[in-house]
């Protein structure tokens, strides 16, 4: 796979698929985090810099009939113009006329984004045709969309088939394997991984992949009751998978069979409802009384994970110890993301996963001092499972 570090662009007429798919106000459709537009400013700049064009496309959202004007990528544009400090000119579809005819005009130093691929349903089925129409904006093929680089998408994988070598990923794409690749390949221990989240089932895949190469995985989030509700433990009215017990029973015997230290948190703040203005106590994750759930890791579980993570040389999160979102559930999740600081400042490698953990981080205003944010959760899931991802594969000669 090439990278777009050693090449030239002068004069290439770039087509680049970007992960411009950012949450927009439901009132006003302002791009409310911008994170993923920035992500892609190097590789786009890197391009005009050396005296190429850049055309962009990307999805937004999930439309389902057609363009729906909450899904246009035209609400985008404000907040990217002023991020690239030059304008960008916007092509109402993605294959009409008027939007080849805009394309075939760019000169060097221009960008011009295209309308939300999606729009078009032979988008997600991979269409060979609808990517072959895409493929004509431009000759040459950048993917700097790690996010969906898990998609067998016709901009995310089909289209790179029409530029014969003529592709390379994106400083992005490349940024995001390589500092997989360090915790998948090249970890230094002790290596510990903190899976989060609501469904053991969503983890599964992930968590049988890292019995193999931690040596300690802390389990945080909903998930934890499915664990303790197999044991035997009473876990109120906490969030559980019935059906996956026996799977939480066998991770804990694979765990000791390779020799991981499985984390189960020991306490959690539990409520009286799903809340903010919850009635709240601290109780065992063993002994949680009927009508509370568990909402957050408890101060005994904290002490459990800090100390764990303190000493720890290389360090994976991917998922929330609690339900963050809600201020008075935040002290888990917090305290885990400021432990991974603390131990990256003492020398670790820190790789926050993505999705909800990134979004912790950055709540909690630490994005910066921790090793890499991935800008992917589903492709780093899927990545870290060992899958392989057809937006990487595409881009191989």
Known sequence: MKSIHDISFAG????MRVDFNVPLDKATLAVKDDTRIRAA????RKILKDGGSVVLMSHLGRPKDGPEDKY???HTLRTFSALLGSPVQ???DCIGDA???????????EVLLLENVRFYKEEEKGDVAFAEKLSKHGNFYVNDAFGTAHREHASTATMARFFGSDKAAGYLMFAELTNADKVMKNAERPYTAIMGGAKVSDKIL????????VDNLLIGGGMVYTFFKAMGGQIGNSLCEDDKQELALSLIEKAKAK???LV??????????????????????TAIPSGWMGLDIGPEAVKQFTDVISTSKTVLWNGPAGVFELPKFENGTKAVAQSIVKATQAGAFSLIGGGDSAAAIAQFGLTDAVSYVSTGGGALLEYMEGKVLPGVAALES
């Open 259 to 261: 020799g991981v230290n």
């Open 72 to 74: 246009s990528l035209r």
């Open 90 to 92: 916007f092509a109402e």
């Open 206 to 213: 992930i968590i049988e992949n890292l019995l193999d190469s």
């Open 264 to 285: 189960l948190p020991v306490d959690s703040i539990i409520a009286d409802a799903f809340s903010n203005e919850a009635n709240t106590q601290t109780a065992a994750n």
């Open 12 to 15: 290439k007429k770039v087509v």
């Open 41 to 44: 400013l190097p590789t786009i």
């Open 99 to 109: 939007a080849f005819a805009q394309s075939a005009a760019l000169k060097a130093g």
